[in-house]
């Protein structure tokens, strides 16, 4: 009997772990299949991914959507996209389908890909940004021609097994559903036509499932105690030990480009936390209606940069935020009445990217916020983060008994140490 609801127990929490994240409740990947005529033997449909996802984005290189078809299915031709395997298409002699796959997997086009292959909304190599960061740039489409599908609503035959990578593991897809058929204004804007027929597929996005470990840590420290707490150790897992890399290494001394690997395999510097991103917190200056923190994003691969990156702090002091220098500062009110949580992101074209580890692998930014008298205080770490994401995943703080402690005697010094502590320890920072 105990052995059965433990077993119960697991299958719940794991199927809330897919389906569920507390900072974007409602935050999923909506796939939508619009039929938009038939042909001889099948139809021509538009597929439009729309990542409606708050703070998680697709990152190079890019997403992959596969299925399994109902029936003997085969795609003639693709716009914007391509399968990834042909499969075994020898019964044809004339017409050659562009893939036989019983279960396909398509990808997105580059951007220099030929006119005459692209379509609305494609070639960005799978990149596609969240929407609550650009929601003009969260959609990416492609046109396929199905062959042997039946011609009719009575006759074609949902596709089942949505699988969806983006570009790893974590996200999984429920089955595929008929909604009412999407409407369209024509390139003039002056009539409307309709989808023949559209369904719909939701994916929802996991940690738990994407991988064992986190992907990124978060460091603290604070003008008003001269204690830097670290990232725990192995936060990220210490099976990278045997590959990681020192800061003189000779692999390091190759020309900028050498150290890329096709198959995205992480080169990560050897650190005591062993993550490929490292976030820093530190409590900067305590003014008389005002307090100021500076948040640091350290890169720690050689072998990756993140573009469209994103940062999702959740603080009670995030409801009163007055100023973010060199970041772009969005609130996420996931909850109408709670505004505890934003995400901070690059400038367009001067930090949007977070390069590869050395020298230019290091963002930094302030917030200035502005006191609530009834809640503020610097005792037991209250301004410190209560959690931080990473590109969409949640990274390991240290624990609360580790955080810079206020000194009893610090309360009538705070504002007379603060630049001096604070710029020391940013020296070491920067050494360490």
């Given amino acids: 009997m105990r052995f059965i609801i433990s077993a119960v127990l697991f299958v719940v929490l794991f199927s809330c772990a897919g389906a569920y994240d507390p900072l974007d409740p409602t935050g999923n990947v909506t796939i939508k299949w619009d039929i938009m005529s038939w042909t001889t033997d099948g139809y021509i449909a538009i597929v439009t991914l729309n990542n409606f996802q708050a703070f998680r984005h697709f990152m190079k290189p890019g997403w992959t959507v596969g299925w399994t078809w109902a029936k003997k299915e085969i795609i003639w031709s693709i716009n914007g996209a391509q399968a990834v395997e042909q499969g075994d298409c020898s019964k044809f002699k004339a017409n050659i389908p562009h893939s036989c796959k019983r279960s396909p997997a398509v990808v997105d086009l580059l951007p220099d890909a030929p006119f005459n292959q692209q379509f609305s909304n494609c070639c960005k190599g799978g990149v596609v940004a969240a929407w609550g960061q650009d929601p003009s740039a969260a959609v990416s489409q492609f046109q396929i021609t199905v062959g042997l599908s039946g011609r009719s609503n009575k006759t074609v035959k949902l596709p089942k097994n949505f699988t969806l990578l983006g570009p790893g593991p974590g996200y999984t897809c429920g089955p595929s559903k008929l909604v009412p058929s999407s409407k369209f204004l024509t390139p003039d804007g002056r009539r409307k036509t309709q989808a023949l027929m559209t369904w719909n597929v939701t994916c929802t996005y996991s940690q738990f499932m994407a991988r064992k470990n986190p992907s990124c840590c978060v460091s603290l420290s604070s003008f008003y105690n001269q204690i830097l707490t670290p990232c725990p150790a192995c936060a990220c897992g210490c099976q990278n030990n045997d590959t990681c890399v020192n800061g003189d290494s000779r692999i390091l001394q190759l020309p900028v480009g050498n150290t890329t690997r096709r198959d995205n395999s992480s080169l990560l510097q050897c650190t005591r936390h062993m993550c490929p991103v ?83 692998g290091n963002l930094q930014s302030e917030v200035l916020l502005q006191k609530d008298q009834n809640t503020f205080t610097f005792k037991q770490g209250w301004a410190f983060p209560r959690k931080v994401y990473f590109n969409g995943d949640e990274c390991m703080l240290p624990p609360p008994d580790t955080y810079p402690f206020l000194p009893n005697s610090a309360h009538g010094s705070l504002d007379f140490f603060s630049m001096l502590l604070s710029t020391l320890i940013f020296l070491f920072m920067y050494i360490w």
């Fill in 278 to 360: 490292r976030v820093h917190w530190h409590v900067k200056v305590n003014y008389k209606e005002y307090w100021r923190a500076k948040i640091s994003i350290t890169n720690f691969n050689y072998r990756k940069n993140y573009s469209t990156w994103t940062l999702v702090v959740q603080h009670p002091n995030l409801n009163n935020v007055t100023q973010v220098f060199s970041f772009e500062y969005k609130p996420l009110i996931a909850y109408d009445s709670i505004n505890d949580t934003g995400m901070f992101y690059g400038m367009k074209d001067y930090n949007d990217a977070l390069m590869e580890a050395g020298p230019l």
